[in-house]
């Protein structure tokens, strides 16, 4: 197994890192950009949307879906241009969009967090194709990881705070049926981000933790940590043409100096191929 940082861009705060059509997307939300990255030709290009941005996805009609300090946006890959869709929160002026990932049939799910950590003052949301925006789970305090089973059937689900995983049933847009599948106490960390594999594992990163771990849904175990050179580990994803290759996004700690914090990495050798990524049906 290889741990290596790749491409140029060094983020502030990397987050939301999704594979989609031989490329990697992810954000740095402190920085207000949306990055790509071609690991086959190492291109890298960087979009500054003027927000902090919590999340980007892929739009099956072109474009990208961005969410952040000032709601839903499309954005224009050519010219860079935002164009808001809707803000559910306008008047909560201390929180922000953070993660969010789109469900096989389209539709796009990201939440808020508090950023002065007010518990229970955040919620997660669905972003319809048709532009509709509902509340989908909560109250939350720090909506972040998603993804779904191979199926579709089954969405897990990590408000950070709660240490904790959810799964919910999961058909047409709607959440039903929740309840804890994985305990995430024993790990003097906070879960953040979250993956997939072919096996349905969860791959989940430990922001403060320095470390991606994977998980038994059905059992609840731990199957597999990796250990990485930062501390602020924040996400994940599957990619490469095979999806074999583990992304990991990092931050910046705000004391310790570390030579690669904010880089994005790459595990490579861990015998386990990931799911595919979903773009936004609208």
């Known amino acids: 197994m290889t741990i290596d940082p790749v491409g140029e861009f060094?983020?502030?705060?990397?987050?939301?890192?999704i594979w989609f059509g031989g490329r990697l997307l992810y954000v740095d939300i402190e920085s207000h950009k949306v990055v790509s990255f071609d690991p086959e030709s190492g291109t890298e290009k960087v979009w500054d949307v003027g927000q902090r941005v919590g999340m980007v996805v892929p739009r099956k009609s072109g474009g990208l879906v961005i969410a952040?300090?000032?709601?839903?946006?499309?954005?224009d890959e050519g010219?860079?241009?935002?164009?808001?869709?809707?803000?559910?929160?306008?008047?909560?002026?201390?929180?922000?969009?953070?993660d969010g990932k789109c469900a096989p049939d389209?539709?796009?799910?990201?939440?808020?967090?508090?950023?002065?950590?007010?518990?229970?003052?955040?919620?997660l949301y669905r972003l319809s194709p048709d532009l509709e925006v509902t509340k989908a789970y909560g109250p939350v305090t720090n909506s972040n990881g998603i993804v779904w089973s191979?199926?579709?059937?089954?969405?897990?689900?990590?408000d950070t705070p709660t240490k904790q995983v959810l799964a919910f049933d999961?058909?047409?847009g709607l959440l039903a049926n929740s309840r804890r599948v994985v305990a995430l106490n024993h790990i003097d960390s906070s879960p953040d981000g979250m993956a997939i594999d072919e096996n349905g594992h969860l791959w989940i990163a430990?922001?403060?933790?320095?470390?991606?771990t994977s998980f038994d849904p059905v059992s609840g175990y731990e199957v597999q940590r990796v250990d990485l050179p930062c501390l602020e580990t924040t996400s994940c994803a599957f990619g490469g043409s095979d999806l074999r290759d583990l992304y990991v996004t990092t931050g910046v700690h705000k004391t310790e100096k570390e030579e690669h914090a904010g880089r994005l990495f790459v595990i490579k050798g861990l015998n386990v191929?990931?799911?595919?990524?979903?773009?936004?049906?609208?």
Not at 107 to 120: C, D, M, Q, R, Y
């Open 206 to 212: 430990f922001c403060h933790g320095a470390c991606v």
């Open 79 to 98: 010219n860079g241009d935002v164009t808001a869709i809707a803000d559910p929160e306008p008047e909560k002026v201390n929180n922000r969009f953070n």
């Open 273 to 282: 191929k990931g799911q595919p990524s979903y773009s936004f049906g609208g």
């Open 170 to 172: 999961y058909l047409n």
């Open 10 to 17: 060094r983020s502030v705060w990397g987050e939301g890192p």
């Open 150 to 158: 191979a199926d579709g059937a089954t969405c897990y689900y990590i």
């Open 106 to 123: 389209g539709h796009l799910f990201a939440g808020t967090i508090s950023l002065v950590k007010n518990e229970g003052d955040a919620d």
């Open 68 to 75: 952040g300090d000032k709601g839903f946006a499309f954005l």
